[in-house]
């Protein structure tokens, strides 16, 4: 199959506008056509909507047209307009976060690479960094099919009018803002038009003509569960090995570890707490647990862990069955029989009074 022609009808239009002027006929399309090194068929598509009669376009109507485009204001949702994150009560600070606020404060462009496995805080820190200080932040989940029209904007049909929309980079540029590039290893090559931006300058918006200036306090932190190498054991089905320029952009690159078994207790008291369901001896039972589970996968002797996102959902449904060993059963079912059992079995050494509880 053919790659399909990048051609634009902006380019189009202006090609034939500096050559033939207002009106065009079928023979400037067809002399087009070869120049582009397209077919007359797919360059009349392109003029469909500026079409006036049988071999007839009007140029006119398509400067009035491009200059609606270029003048319209961008698109925001009213929602999209507060950006500052909100403080979450059961957030607790451990790890790199003092690291990660200081960067923030500094309102330095310091791109910043988090890196760890899953659930243990990466994202969550940022937001509260960011909350604390009261920075707007723009987060953007990254995936396989995010492309440059996603991430710096595009031309949007508006009241039947197509108008200019500002993508969230664009918009954290002007904002001054914190853009949040989540999960930024599931990303293909397309997000390589970040390139200059990652280097402190701004963006040029080439479909519009504009240049957009990078206003102080803009920074981007990419949080990943890999290193941007890919995942050799399978864990993270997905990631892909990223552009080593991409990656040399980032000044630095934080490790992420779960929390302490301390911290992990303090982070479980407050959700719980904030819950009604304050349970301490619990909380206390659920950090050693996953603790001992954690050092268990380090060495090799298991496959799977449980994460602090993992624990916290298990103290919410606690919260609605006041069941500790029913709550743990049905958020551990997402692992295969054999590590399922496994975790049941070692959760009931640790917790003694685990087995006088309803099985329901």
Same mark, same amino acid.
């Given at each position: ?19 033939? #002027?207002?009106?065009? $006929?079928?023979?400037?399309? !067809?002399? %087009? %056509? ?6 007359? %068929? ?11 009669? !049988?071999?007839?376009? $009007? ?5 009035? =047209? ?14 999209? =307009? ?9 957030? &607790? ?26 659930? @243990?805080?990466?994202?969550?820190? &940022?937001? =509260? %960094?960011?909350?604390?200080? @009261? ?5 953007? $989940? ?15 049909? &508006? ?15 002007? !904002? ?23 280097? /402190?300058?701004? *963006? ?23 290193? #941007? ?10 990631? @892909?090995?990223? $552009? ?11 490790? =992420?570890?779960?929390?302490? *078994? ?10 719980? /707490? ?26 090799? #002797? ?52 685990? /087995? ?5």
């Amino acid at each position: 199959m053919p790659a399909p022609n990048p051609l634009t009808t902006t380019q189009l239009v202006g090609y034939l506008s500096e050559k033939y #002027g207002s009106q065009i $006929n079928a023979d400037h399309v !067809r002399e %087009a %056509a070869s120049h582009f090194g397209i077919g007359y %068929a797919t360059t009349t598509k392109r003029l469909r909507q500026f079409y006036v009669q !049988r071999g007839t376009w $009007n140029i006119e109507k398509v400067k009035k =047209q491009l200059e609606r485009q270029i003048t319209s204001p961008s698109v925001i949702p009213e929602i999209q =307009q507060n950006l500052k994150p909100v403080k979450d009560p059961n957030f &607790v600070p451990f790890g790199n976060f003092s690291d990660v606020k200081k960067i923030i404060a500094s309102k330095l462009f310091y791109p910043t690479f988090i890196t760890g496995l899953s659930g @243990n805080g990466k994202t969550l820190s &940022v937001e =509260q %960094a960011c909350a604390q200080l @009261n920075r707007e932040l723009i987060r953007v $989940n990254i995936t396989i099919e995010t492309d440059e029209d996603d991430l710096i904007g595009g031309f949007r049909l &508006v009241n039947g009018e197509t108008a200019w929309h500002n993508g969230p980079v664009v918009e954290a540029l002007e !904002r001054g803002a914190v853009l949040l590039l989540d999960e930024v290893d599931l990303a293909s090559n397309k997000i390589l038009c970040l390139q200059s931006i990652l280097e /402190g300058k701004g *963006v040029f918006l080439k479909k519009i003509g504009k240049y957009v200036e990078r206003k102080p306090g803009f920074n981007v932190i990419a949080t990943a569960n890999t290193k #941007g190498k890919g995942s050799e054991d399978g864990r993270f089905i997905g990631t @892909n090995v990223l $552009n080593e320029a991409f990656l040399e952009r980032f000044a630095l690159t934080f490790e =992420q570890e779960y929390p302490s *078994v301390k911290t992990e207790q303090k982070i479980l008291e407050k959700v719980s /707490g904030n819950l009604g369901v304050l349970d301490e001896e619990f909380c206390e039972n659920l950090a050693n647990w996953s603790d001992i589970i954690r050092r268990t996968f380090k060495d090799g #002797g298991i496959d799977e862990v449980i994460s602090t996102r993992r624990l916290v959902h298990i103290i919410r449904a606690f919260a609605i069955w006041q069941d500790r060993l029913k709550a743990i059963k049905l958020c551990v079912n997402r692992f295969d029989d054999e590590t399922k059992q496994s975790f049941l079995d070692l959760y009931d050494k640790i917790d003694v009074n685990v /087995g006088e509880e309803s099985d329901d």
